[in-house]
């Protein structure tokens, strides 16, 4: 029992179907996942004990279908929680953290790790109690219930009305979505549209409409305040500007491929779900499937029945274009006219001065060493979009240097407890 | 295992499998101290990406959104301890 392990990383959609599908060819597998329960992104799940009225019957079926599907491969799949992965190396020998710290010469890898949310910088964006709308999300569905105090959505994207719709269901209604795009104008674009996408917004719509949610499309936050213990947030539309008070604001402006982890290495390696293209659950599971069959074909030379289903993956993208379409909007207009002062950098606290003082047009080495963008704990998963954007938008999809290991900081405690290197990371050996 | 972790010594309660993060909003602590630079910490993503909720937990610095509560554990401000 001790050869090597496939090592899939991220018990999410994607992790888990790509681990499915590899044991499902005989192989064993590993599952790493940092956070102490299953579910990833979307499929976040209660905590034990507490009943769960924010997920859709949808979401759920899905959700039981693939952990059913794990579970069926009995111990070839072994999946440890509270772990993470923090990187491979050249030779094929990936660090994991936590739970248990440990070198491990997997026989490959599968990285899984999903999607961030795309936040541009705003005035006020780092005060506490502003966070991510997926963060909110995350509080509702692990506790049931929506967090106290009035709630305020804003940002742009679809993501705004499934987080708004799961706060009425977790029972405190956000005081009013900030939508910067113009959605509703598009009713003939929107019948392009998939059906399920299209059911999943109408339910989400009418969930939003009937606890009387109002919704401000064609609106831009144009700063947040803190003001007596609560937090103000001012808004601009055509029609002249206005200002809401809260307690809690959650942004959100999208969401974007998470891959900090790349390195050429002397094992297989493939890329799996949101982490290698952001296209949501629907795909996250066709992708995870797919990449695991790869796999499998990589390793064992025979072609599993479910081998790569790219038709599917490909109306996913056509969806998810068309969604990007519905509200698009253009920002840069906003994100030129920031304040000096405004943070783009919340590791290194640096802002939109700092980056205008290094010059109109900064090399990537400017930016990193002068300005240090890009060189915070988070090593730039915030910040480089805006950067790029402010600085030089045609190379806005491009990093801001090379990926450094580990992909997040590690103690050195840790690095010393992790030891040898072993092929098989449950006996060590 | 449900109890008590301890926010700069103050008993903040947990729920079974809750992440210190969780706890801590729940018991209305949002600002987890301030970041070597000075910008206040706290829950920004609340995924395990961003680095915003670090604190120092019985000793070691950790973010607090992956981190699983345990009965007495001692969490405080990071306090500039990474710079
Ligand atoms: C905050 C947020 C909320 C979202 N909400 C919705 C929604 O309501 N509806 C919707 O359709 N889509 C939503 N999405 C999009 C969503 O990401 C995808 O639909 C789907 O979850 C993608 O599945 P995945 O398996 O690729 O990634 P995920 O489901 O995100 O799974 C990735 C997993 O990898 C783990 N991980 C990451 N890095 C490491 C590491 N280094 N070591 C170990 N484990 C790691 C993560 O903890 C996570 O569990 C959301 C995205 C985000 C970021």
Redesign the pocket.
Known sequence: MNEPVVLV?????????AAAEIAGAGLRVLV????AA??????RQPLPGIAYPVASAV?RRRWTQVTASVRAQGDRIEIRYG????GLDHEGTAL?TGARNALVRPRALVI??????RVRPRPGWTLPNVM????L??RTKTLGKAPDGRILLGGSG??LL??GA?LVKGGNPPVAIIEAGRPFRHVIGSLGLPLPYLR?AAGYMATLLRARVPVLTGTEIVRIEKRSGALTLHVESSSGGRTFDGDLIGLHDG?RA?DH?AAASSIPVMR?????E????????A??RAAGAALVAELTGTVPASAKDSSRIERERRAQRRLARIFGHDGSARLAALPADTVICRCENRTVGDLRALGPVPTDRDLRLHGRFAMGACQGRFCTEWVRALTDPSHAGSPLGAVRLP??PIAIADLLDAGGIADNPSTGE | MSGRIYWNGTPVPFLPGENAASALLRAGIAGFGRTPTGLPGGVF?????CQGCLVMADGRLTEAC?LECREGMRLSPRGGMNE
């Not at chain 1, 299953?38 to 499929?43: K, M, S, T």
């Not at chain 1, 799996?272 to 290698?276: E, F, I, N, P, V």
């Not at chain 2, 993503?45 to 990406?49: E, K, L, M, N, R």
């Open positions: 990383v991220g018990a999410g959609l994607a992790g888990f179907s790493v996942e940092q956070a299953p579910g990833g992104a979307i499929h979401h772990c993470r992965f923090a994991l899984a790790t999903g999607a961030a949310e991510t709308a997926g963060a999300q995350i679809p993501l499934a987080a799961e999943e969401i998470s982890y799996a779900g949101d982490c290698r952001a296209l949501g659950a629907r795909a996250a599971l992708d995870g992909a997040h | 993503c609340a995924i395990g990406q992956l």
